[in-house]
């Protein structure tokens, strides 16, 4: 199993960003998809989830309205477009997927850096 995110990087405030999380060794339709972020010193937190489908998304009110998830399943891809940038966006950003009888498989990534300063 695979998680292999991409896309970060360094950016000014009000500045995009799209995070991209290629999936492989699981059938990826079957799983629901999120992307999470660690800030140093603080704990890891949910920004956004997709259902299996794509049809169903959750955001976490402090990005809401500025990032958008999205999933392609033929190519096993998790997106996450980041507009309006903020200083506190800055951190590790990191794609979970989530599947199995009541949620048993658990996978990550390694995450990817982003960075908003000016």
């Known amino acids: 199993v695979q998680l292999v995110e991409s896309g970060g990087g360094l950016v000014q405030p009000g500045g995009s960003l799209r995070l991209s999380c290629a999936a492989s060794?699981?059938?990826?339709?079957?799983?629901?998809m999120s992307w999470h972020r660690q800030a140093p010193g603080q704990e890891r937190e949910l920004v956004a989830r997709?259902?299996?489908?794509?049809?169903?998304?959750y955001y976490a009110d402090s990005v809401k309205g500025r990032f958008t998830i999205s999933r392609d399943n033929g190519k096993s891809t998790v997106y996450l477009q980041m507009n309006s940038l903020r200083i506190e966006d800055t951190a590790v950003y990191s794609c979970?997927?989530?599947?199995?009888?009541?949620?048993?498989?658990?996978?990550w990534g390694q995450g990817t850096q982003v960075t908003v300063s000016s």
């Open positions: 979970n997927a989530n599947g199995g009888l009541n949620g048993l498989y658990n996978y």
């Open positions: 997709i259902s299996r489908d794509g049809a169903r998304s």
């Open positions: 060794g699981f059938t990826f339709s079957r799983y629901t």
